[in-house]
């Protein structure tokens, strides 16, 4: 434990008072160390074990996986840990934890998050925050009003380059900014509608808990797990959902962005089953003493969808795959997805350099807010992760109205002009999978 976290012990021990006032007062266990829960632990899943494993104070206590062929490494790796296949059951059974990773499919972060948090872990989990605005709201409610410390798996928010580039912006260096451009050369779509069929299902999946909260569906071998979710209306959130986190986050905490104006989307509609392979959106945000007027627009795109030319011309003409261009009245940013952010035009900032930054972990920032009980994580569900989610899941419901505008309130959390927009804003669990504060 830190220093602080030092100090508060042993004032609470001189003062005589029961030492089990130590961990539920601060949300860490009376002995020094974390006991920490994942569920999913593959590929995020097991990047966030790694990560936090490094932090002095952590411990791997339980594991919840619906694939048995993802649990075997994390056996190797940490003996005495206990595994689960059910996340309900881990949570009932494991009285003494104090902090929980999500790293499941979209569908299922709010109620797995919602469940812990109830229990009064503390909850990192992976972006985005909910597969739907109504449980991303609850999340962002449910951690505020239980004063949980909370992190959205942004771990980019934490990096130099997105730091950088806030600091930049919120100098004032180009000026007021008049519009911005965020995109991403993946593709998480699928033109093609479920195939009519079924598949045999593995003996390592349990593939109704898989299904979770959701209606079981036929399974379809490498058509949903492990990765292919992402493409699927009913489990994912499409490119927007999976990188718009990382990438609107430069622009959401560099100007304070909250919700949207209004939002629409100019590409391609999903199909029935799947999110469209390109996709184009307008969002439009409130204007305010960081921007020049008091509107400010953000276009995203993704897939063969590109910023406009004349965009690229002013950034040296190539842009990378992935990355944002703030517009700003005298000059031009650049910042490419996890590389240092270039200024234009290059002769006006050619003396320019960087501050110095101190280095900061992402994972042992929550961490370390549970141990201090003090400041929140740069990404918390409350004050921003959040808001940030809540735009991009914004997009996924607008690209079933192509080239419609959509009016939303954000503190009503509902569409003022179009009520057939407004049944996308919250989904009905399957019976059985209640979860109380989301049902």
């Known amino acids: 434990m830190n220093r602080r976290a030092f100090i508060r012990q042993s004032t609470l021990l001189a003062s005589g008072l029961p030492l089990f006032h130590i961990g539920r007062s601060w949300g860490v266990s009376p002995s020094s160390k974390i006991k920490h829960a994942s569920i999913g632990v593959a590929n995020m899943g097991l990047n966030d074990i790694q990560a936090f494993s490094r932090h002095p104070s952590f411990e791997l206590t339980a594991v919840a996986d619906v694939d048995s062929n993802a649990l075997q490494p994390i056996r190797e790796m940490f003996p005495q840990v206990r595994v689960y296949r059910d996340w309900r059951e881990l949570l009932s059974s494991e009285e003494d934890l104090d902090t929980l990773n999500v790293a499941t499919p979209d569908h299922t972060h709010a109620a797995i998050s919602v469940t812990a948090m109830n229990k009064g872990l503390h909850v990192y989990c992976q972006k985005p925050l909910a597969q739907n605005l109504y449980e991303t709201r609850r999340m962002s409610e449910i951690a505020a009003e239980k004063g949980i410390k909370t992190q959205m798996g942004i771990q980019f928010a934490s990096s130099f380059y997105e730091r950088l580039a806030v600091n930049f912006l919120r100098d004032g260096h180009i000026g007021a900014i008049k519009e911005i451009h965020v995109f991403s050369h993946k593709q998480y779509g699928d033109a093609e509608i479920i195939p009519k069929r079924g598949d045999p299902i593995p003996a390592n999946l349990d593939w109704d808990l898989w299904c979770g909260n959701i209606e079981p569906v036929a399974y379809l071998d490498g058509y949903y797990h492990p990765f292919e979710w992402r493409k ?198 399957r019976p059985g999978w209640e979860v109380e504060g989301l049902s």
Not at 314 to 340: K, N, R, Y
Not at 342 to 347: D, G, I, K, L, T
């Open 232 to 429: 699927r209306l009913k489990f994912g959130t499409g490119c927007l959902g999976d990188m718009g986190c990382h990438l609107l986050s430069t622009a959401f905490r560099s100007l304070n962005l909250n919700s949207p104006i209004s939002i629409t989307s100019s590409g391609l509609a999903p199909n029935k089953d799947n999110f469209a392979v390109n996709e184009s959106y307008q969002f439009v945000y409130k204007g305010n003493h960081l921007t020049e007027g008091n509107k400010l627009p953000l276009y995203w795109t993704n897939g063969l969808y590109l910023p406009p030319k004349e965009l690229a011309s002013l950034v040296g003409g190539e842009l990378p795959d992935q990355g944002s261009i703030f517009v700003g009245t005298e000059g031009v940013l650049l910042v490419p997805h996890m590389a240092l952010p270039v200024a234009y035009p290059r002769e006006k900032f050619a003396s320019y350099r960087f501050p110095r930054l101190e280095p900061r972990n992402h994972y042992f920032e929550f961490l370390d807010a549970v141990i201090d009980n003090e400041q929140n994580p740069v990404a918390d569900f409350a004050s921003y992760a959040g808001n940030l989610t809540e735009s991009v899941l914004l997009g996924g419901i607008a690209s079933r109205f192509p080239n419609t505008r959509l009016d939303w309130d954000g503190l009503a959390l509902k569409f003022t002009n179009n009520p057939e927009a407004n049944s996308y804003i919250r989904r009905i669990y």
